[in-house]
């Protein structure tokens, strides 16, 4: 008898359960009124053509920051720390009369991605697939190059001829990096590779 009764109110209980009255949806403009200073329409903005120029913007940020450069162009080329997925990416190429500089920008999520791409990096660097232990100076191409590695991201510069790396870190500061990095390497024209 008392399993009977048990059995009946699992039963009962069950069918209560599965037959919940459908939830209403109530939507947000039925609670709050339209604000007389901010009304619920799409805006069309009006976008002059000079602005549409992303690359100029981009171009004039690096000038007037002391980057000399005449022209750039956005590089799809992709390179080892891609593979690590990046949460976002700046890759461009800067022309002047003297020389041609290509920079690298990688943002990654955690400091965990950006050190898993660091050391992987340094374990197939270039288009030969060198190795560098840290601390080791060696030649790895023969382009000069400064890699600057953060907590979050990993920004890579090589020119054909030279570098000068206190401009460099003077650009960055101004891009809003704290300019306390893990590691710097620089490597000069044929040089090796020094380790800050």
């Known amino acids: 008898m008392i399993r009977i009764v048990f059995i009946t109110i699992i039963i ?3 069918l209560v359960a599965c037959n919940k009255a459908k939830e209403e949806v109530i ?3 039925d609670i709050i009124a339209e604000s007389d200073r901010y ?3 799409d805006e069309i903005v ?3 053509d000079a602005i549409i120029d992303s690359a100029q913007l981009v171009l004039q940020s690096f000038s007037e920051n002391g980057i000399d450069a005449n022209s750039l162009s956005v590089v799809k080329k992709s390179l080892f720390p891609d593979r690590f997925g990046p949460e976002h990416t700046n890759k461009y190429l800067l022309e002047n009369e003297l020389d041609t500089i290509r920079y690298f920008n990688w943002k990654y999520t955690d400091s965990s991605k950006t050190v898993n791409a660091f050391f992987n ?3 197939n660097f270039g288009k030969k697939r060198k190795s560098l232990f840290i601390g080791e100076e060696k030649n790895l191409q023969k382009e000069p190059f400064l890699l600057f590695v953060g907590d979050t991201s990993l920004i890579f510069i090589e020119a054909k001829e030279s570098l000068n790396r206190k401009e460099w870190e003077s650009f960055l ?3 809003g990096y704290p300019g306390d990095w893990n590691y710097i390497l620089q490597q ?5 590779v020094k380790w800050d």
């Open 39 to 41: 009304k619920e329409v």
């Open 173 to 175: 500061k101004f891009k």
């Open 121 to 123: 990096w340094m374990d």
């Open 188 to 192: 000069g024209k044929w040089g090796k």
């Open 46 to 48: 009006e976008v002059n």
């Open 12 to 14: 009962v209980s069950s």
């Open 27 to 29: 939507d947000l403009k």
